[in-house]
């Protein structure tokens, strides 16, 4: 989508502008080229995340086969995402990370590209100590040219993680449905399909994850999804 879309390079160079003055001083042209490299693979990764979201959530959409098993699947999976044992479940941990990335990365660019997509969709905020990541490299950077070069590598590296990380929460997504989430127990006793509503859902075996496809063709019906958090299932009890 065109939310997602990037033209930071130019023939393999750095767009002239793209990069705030503070970032562009920080490194030199092809340590800037690395740099937005990086972050566009970045972008991809995280848009995979998604993506991997995207595929469990309309696998059990509850509509066509097993519909109160997987409406049931569901609600117990999101609360697990949102918080599980005291901590940040899985999905506020993708969430979390991509509205960090997306900060520290819109506070490199000239114009804003990020996060105002994040934001719109989970209303979500970055991660508190990383979110001013970018200030610290840049007080580092101008004590000395050696300290320069150690900050421009450190935004570098810190994208590579960025999107090392996507690529393992996009993994864990599936990989958690079709072990952890198909041993969730929920529902009434005498449920149709027993007392694991994922498994009438969510395969087991790899590659195979969804049993039945039965997302409408023409998506949820044309429901504006708002703030994809606002639904009490998020609400701490």
């Not at 595929?55 to 509509?63: R, S």
């Not at 952890?180 to 994922?198: E, F, K, N, S, T």
Request: with cysteine.
């Amino acid at each position: 989508t065109a939310q997602w879309e990037t033209d930071f390079l130019v023939a393999g160079r750095p767009r002239k502008g793209v990069l705030t003055p503070d970032a562009a001083n920080l490194c030199d042209e092809d340590s800037q080229r690395e740099l937005l490299e990086t972050m566009v693979s970045a972008n991809r990764a995280m848009q995979t995340m998604f993506d991997q979201l995207s595929i469990v959530v309309k696998c059990l959409y509850p509509v066509g086969s097993h519909k109160e098993q997987k409406s049931v699947c569901l609600d117990a999976v999101i609360r697990r995402w949102r918080s599980h044992n005291g901590k940040m479940g899985l999905l506020y941990s993708a969430i979390t990370l991509a509205a960090t990335f997306a900060s520290m990365s819109d506070s490199m660019l000239h114009d804003g590209h990020f996060s105002g997509f994040i934001m719109n969709i989970w209303k979500a905020e970055p991660s508190a100590e990383l979110q001013n990541l970018f200030t610290h490299f840049k007080a580092l950077g101008s004590k000395s040219a050696e300290l320069k070069v150690v900050s421009c590598a450190a935004l570098v590296g810190t994208q590579q993680a960025f999107e090392a990380s996507f690529q393992r929460l996009g993994k864990a997504l599936r990989v958690w449905m079709q072990t952890y989430g198909r041993d969730i127990r929920a529902g009434a006793v005498g449920m149709l399909g027993g007392l694991h509503p994922c498994r009438k859902a969510v395969d087991k075996e790899a590659p195979t994850f969804c049993k039945n496809q039965d997302f409408p063709p023409g998506g949820s019906g044309g429901a504006s999804c708002g703030n994809a958090l606002s639904s009490p299932v998020w609400a701490e009890n």
